[in-house]
C-alpha cells in the first residue's frame, strides 16, 4: 500500500495529500463547531441542539443517543450554509469580497500537512512520524504559512465597503502581528532545548516529540513543566492568533456586529467559520506537540514502552504492527487536541471580552517583555547546562 | 480602584483627534446587538476614539400619552406593560397609584401588599436581564444565560399571578386583578431562598473578574452633580452617591413597613453601577420575604369604591346592582374627580412618573409620563466622549435602560 502511494507520481501523491487533507480537516472543524455549541451548552446549564435526526433513522437503536449530542445537527448546519441564498452586498468589491474566505481556508489548511498527527513503529523499534509533510523547518512553516491568514480578514474587511467590517479588520490585523512576536519568542527555548550542542539542527515538530519520548527523568519530562512560563505565553498568543475569546476583537459581536464578517452570508461565511476552527486545530496540535508531549500518553511514557508494555500484558504481536502504533498514536494526539480545544471553549464561555486597547496594551507590554526575559533565562540556562 | 483609562484624560484624546486626521461616522444602531433595543448612536469616530455621539430616539414611538386621552383608565393599564417591558408588575402598579392618588382612593393593606411583592420581583427580573444583557456587551454570554434561568422562574410566578408570563396588566384603579392563589407566597418564598445562592453564583463570573473590571471600572464616570443636572433617576443615580430612593423617600404601598438599604455608590462608573444593581437585588428579596412574612388578612381591592372598582364577577351575573356597576364601569370607565396628579415611583429603572390631568369622568384629559429610561439616556452625549468604541457598549449595558419607555 505504501510502496504503492510513493511509487506515484509526486504532483499525483501531493494531491491526494491536499484532498486527505481537505476530507479530514473539513468534516473535524465542523465538528468543532458542533462540540463548541455542545460544550457552550452543558456550560451554561441548556441541552444544546438535541432535536435533529434524518427522519430515516428515528426508531433505530442508538440512534437517539447520537440525536441528543447534535450529532445530526453538523449535517444541518452544513446543508443550512450550503443551500442558502448567497447575496453579495451590492457595494461590495466582488473579486476580493469573494476572494477573502478562499484565502482564509488556504493557510489554515497548509499548516495541517507540516503537523505530525501521529508515529508508527519502524524497523529496529524507531519511532518515525507521520506527517504530510514532514519539513526540517517544522516550525517556521507553520508560523510563516498561519500569519498569512491575516490577509483574509483585511480583504474581507476592505472588500465588505463597510465600516464596523473595516474596523474589524483593522483591529484584527494589528492583534495578529503583536501576538505573533511573543509566540515566536515563546517557542525559542523548546527549540534552543532540543537542538543541543552536537545534534544536527531541526526546527522540525516530530523532534520536538521524539525529545519528549526520551528515557530517563529529564529525557520523558513534557516542555509543559519544564518550560511553563513559555507555555502559558504560547496558549495565550494562540488565543489572541486564533481570534478567540477574550480576545476576539475581529468579531467582537457586541460592538462591531459581525466584525469582519458582518457583510458575509451562506457559505462564504461558513468558510472563515471553518478556517477558525482549522486553525484552531492546528494551534491546539501544534501546543500538544510542543508542550504535551505529542503522541505520548503520559509524561515519562513514551509510545514505544506503551505499546512495549501491552505487548506484554496481553502476549499480542499486534500491538507492535505500524499501523496499530499508528492508530494508537493518532488517537493520543487527536485526545490531546481534543483537550484543548475544550480548554478554548471552556474559556471562551466564561470569560468576558478585552477591550481592544488592553488587547495591545497586554500583547506589547506583558507578553512581549515576558516572552524575551523568558527566552534570556532560558538561553543562559540552557547554556549552562549543555556546557 | 483606578485605572489607567479613566475617564478624565478624555479632554487629550479628544484634542489629539481635532488636530488630525479626517473622521469616521458611523451608525451605531437601531438595528445593533448592544443597542438594546432601538437605540441609534450616531457616532464620530477618530480612529476607534469617539469624539461624538448623538443619540438618536424614537424609532419605538407609539404615541401611548395619546392614546391614554382615547380609553379609559382601567383600558390603558395594558399599555403601561410596554412601557419598561422588563418590569410591567411596577408600571402597573405606579399608574394605578397615580390613579388612586386623583381618586383620593385608599387601597386596602393587603393590596398594597401584593403589590409591593410583584414591583420587587418585577425589579429583579428587570435587574437580572440588565445584568445578563450587560454581561453579553462584554463578552461574558454566559451571565445571560444564567440569569435567564433565574428570570423563568419568575416568569412561571407571574404567569401563575396574572395569566401572562410578560405583559401582566395586574393592576386596577382601586386593586388588582385578582387575588393571590393559594399557595402562591409559599412559591415566591421558596424562590426567594434558592434565588440568594444563585445570584451569587452569577456575581462570581464578574464582581472580581479582571477582564470585567477593566472594562467597567473607571468608564462611563457621572458625577454626582451630573447625575443630579441631567436627572439620573434609580440606580444610575443611586451608583453616583445619591441615596434617592422614592420607596424610602416618599414611602408608597407600605414600603415604609419594609427594612431595607438603600445600595449607594462612589464612583458613578459602569462597575458601580452594576454593583449597585447587584445588590439591589438582595434587598429586593428582603423586601419581598418581609412582605410575605407580615401578609395581611382581608380585602384586596378598595370595594367600597363602587365608581371606580368592579364589582365580583359571581356577583355581577346574580344581583342587578352589581350589573348595573360593571356596566357602567366598562362604558364609562372608573369616574374620577377633575384634577391633576403626578405621582412617581422607584421603578428598576428609575423614577417613573404619571402626570394625569383630568376633567372629570372616566377618561384621562392628558396623561403624560415621565420615562426613567428617557431622562438617563440624555446623558449619553456627555459621557460617550473621548471613549473607544467598545466602552460605548460597556455604558450602554450599565446604563440598563429600555426603548419602549423611552420612545413611548
Known amino acids: ?50 432535536r435533529t435526526i434524518f427522519p430515516l433513522f428515528r426508531g433505530i437503536p442508538g440512534m437517539g443517543v447520537l440525536q441528543r449530542l447534535g450529532v445530526f445537527q453538523l449535517v444541518a448546519d452544513g446543508l443550512k450554509f450550503l443551500f442558502k441564498e448567497e447575496p453579495t452586498p451590492g457595494h461590495v468589491n466582488k473579486l476580493y469580497y469573494t476572494l477573502a474566505p478562499v484565502i482564509a481556508m488556504v493557510p489554515a489548511f497548509t499548516t495541517v500537512t507540516v503537523v505530525p498527527f501521529g508515529a508508527y513503529l519502524g524497523s529496529a523499534g524507531s519511532v518515525v512520524p507521520l506527517s504530510l509533510a514532514n519539513l526540517d523547518i517544522g516550525i517556521l512553516a507553520v508560523f510563516a504559512v498561519a500569519s498569512l491568514g491575516i490577509y483574509s480578514l483585511i ?23 503583536s501576538y505573533e512576536l511573543s509566540m515566536t519568542l515563546a517557542v525559542l527555548p523548546v527549540f534552543l532545548w532540543v537542538n543541543e550542542p552536537g545534534s544536527t539542527g531541526s526546527l522540525s515538530l516530530a523532534r520536538v516529540v521524539e525529545f519528549q519520548s526520551r528515557a530517563g527523568f529529564w529525557g520523558g519530562t513534557w516542555f509543559l513543566f519544564t518550560m511553563p512560563v513559555s507555555a502559558f505565553i504560547f496558549a495565550v498568543a494562540l488565543f489572541a492568533e486564533t481570534n478567540r475569546q477574550p480576545f476576539d476583537m475581529a468579531e467582537s459581536e457586541a460592538d462591531l456586529v459581525g466584525g469582519f464578517h458582518t457583510e458575509y452570508g451562506a457559505y462564504k461565511w461558513a468558510l472563515f467559520f471553518v478556517a477558525e476552527y482549522a486553525n484552531m486545530i492546528v494551534g491546539a496540535g501544534v501546543f500538544a506537540l510542543l508542550f504535551l508531549g505529542g503522541w505520548n500518553l503520559l509524561p515519562w511514557v513514551p509510545l514505544a514502552s506503551l505499546l512495549g508494555w501491552l505487548h506484554h500484558a496481553t502476549g499480542s504481536a499486534l500491538w507492535l504492527h505500524p499501523l496499530v502504533a499508528g492508530i494508537v498514536s493518532i488517537a ?42 523568558n527566552l534570556i533565562v532560558y538561553t543562559v540556562a540552557i547554556a549552562l547546562m549543555q556546557r | 480602584m483606578p485605572t489607567e483609562h479613566a475617564f478624565p484624560d478624555s479632554a487629550a484624546r479628544i484634542a489629539r483627534a481635532e488636530a488630525g486626521a479626517e473622521k469616521m461616522s458611523i451608525s451605531m444602531g437601531p438595528s445593533h446587538p448592544s443597542t438594546h433595543g432601538v437605540l441609534r448612536l450616531q457616532l464620530e469616530l477618530d480612529g476607534e476614539v469617539v469624539t461624538k455621539a448623538d443619540p438618536v430616539i424614537g424609532y419605538l414611538h407609539r404615541g401611548d400619552e395619546k392614546i391614554a386621552e382615547n380609553m379609559t383608565y382601567n383600558q390603558f393599564v395594558p399599555y403601561t406593560d410596554r412601557l419598561d417591558y422588563l418590569a410591567p408588575l411596577a408600571n402597573n402598579m405606579a399608574y394605578a397609584i397615580a390613579v388612586e392618588k386623583l381618586a383620593k382612593l385608599e387601597v386596602p393593606p393587603r393590596c398594597q401588599a401584593i403589590r409591593a411583592i410583584t414591583a420587587e420581583m418585577a425589579r429583579i427580573s428587570s435587574h437580572l436581564l440588565g445584568l445578563g444583557a450587560f454581561g453579553i456587551d462584554v463578552g461574558a454570554w454566559t451571565v445571560f444565560m444564567y440569569t435567564f434561568t433565574e428570570r423563568e422562574k419568575l416568569y412561571k410566578l407571574f404567569e401563575e399571578l396574572t395569566g401572562a408570563r410578560f405583559t401582566t396588566s395586574y393592576s386596577r384603579i382601586g386593586g388588582v386583578a385578582r387575588d393571590v392563589p393559594e399557595g402562591w407566597l409559599g412559591r415566591v418564598d421558596a424562590f426567594c431562598v434558592q434565588f440568594l445562592p444563585n445570584l451569587e453564583e452569577v456575581l462570581n463570573l464578574l464582581t472580581r473578574n479582571k477582564i470585567f473590571m477593566d472594562r467597567t471600572a473607571g468608564i462611563g464616570v457621572i458625577t454626582k452633580e451630573d447625575a443630579i443636572a441631567y436627572g439620573l433617576t434609580g440606580p444610575n443615580l443611586r451608583a453616583s452617591g445619591v441615596a434617592l430612593d422614592l420607596r424610602k423617600d416618599k414611602p408608597y404601598s407600605g414600603y415604609e ?36 412574612a ?51 415611583a422607584e421603578n428598576p429603572k428609575g423614577a417613573l412618573g404619571f402626570y394625569v390631568v383630568s376633567k372629570g369622568g372616566g377618561v384621562p384629559w392628558r396623561l403624560k409620563i415621565r420615562a426613567p429610561s428617557f431622562c438617563n439616556l440624555s446623558i449619553l452625549p456627555k459621557l460617550c466622549v473621548g471613549v473607544m468604541v467598545a466602552d460605548i457598549v460597556a455604558i450602554l449595558g450599565s446604563l440598563d435602560f429600555v426603548m419602549g419607555e423611552c420612545d413611548r
Open chain 2, 294 to 344: 407580615m401578609f395581611p388578612p382581608g380585602k384586596w381591592s378598595a370595594e367600597d369604591a363602587r365608581k371606580i372598582v368592579a364589582p365580583r364577577k359571581d356577583k355581577v351575573l346574580t344581583s342587578m346592582e352589581e350589573l348595573i356597576q360593571n356596566f357602567m364601569l366598562v362604558t364609562e370607565g372608573p369616574q374620577m374627580p377633575p384634577g391633576e396628579v403626578y405621582f412617581e
Open chain 2, 257 to 292: 413597613q419594609y427594612d431595607f438599604d438603600v445600595s449607594v455608590g462612589t464612583r458613578g462608573d459602569s462597575y458601580d453601577r452594576y454593583l449597585v444593581r447587584a445588590e439591589e437585588m438582595r434587598q429586593s428579596v428582603r423586601i419581598i420575604r418581609q412582605a410575605i
Open chain 1, 332 to 373: 493520543i494526539f487527536i485526545a490531546k487536541i481534543l483537550a484543548t480545544l475544550f480548554v478554548f471553549m471552556w474559556v471562551r464561555w466564561t470569560l468576558p471580552r478585552f477591550r481592544y486597547d488592553q488587547v495591545m496594551r497586554i500583547g506589547w507590554q506583558k507578553l512581549l517583555p515576558l516572552s524575551i526575559a
Open chain 1, 1 to 50: 500500500m505504501a510502496d504503492f502511494f510513493f511509487g506515484l507520481p509526486v504532483l499525483l501523491q501531493a494531491v491526494l495529500k491536499g484532498i486527505a487533507v481537505i476530507i479530514v480537516i473539513f468534516p473535524v472543524a465542523a465538528a468543532c463547531s458542533m462540540a463548541e455549541r455542545k460544550v457552550c451548552a452543558w456550560i451554561q446549564g441548556r441541552p444544546g441542539p438535541n
Open chain 1, 155 to 177: 480583504l474581507a474587511g476592505w472588500a465588505s465597503n463597510s465600516k464596523y467590517p473595516f474596523l474589524g479588520s483593522v483591529r484584527a490585523s494589528a492583534q495578529l502581528i
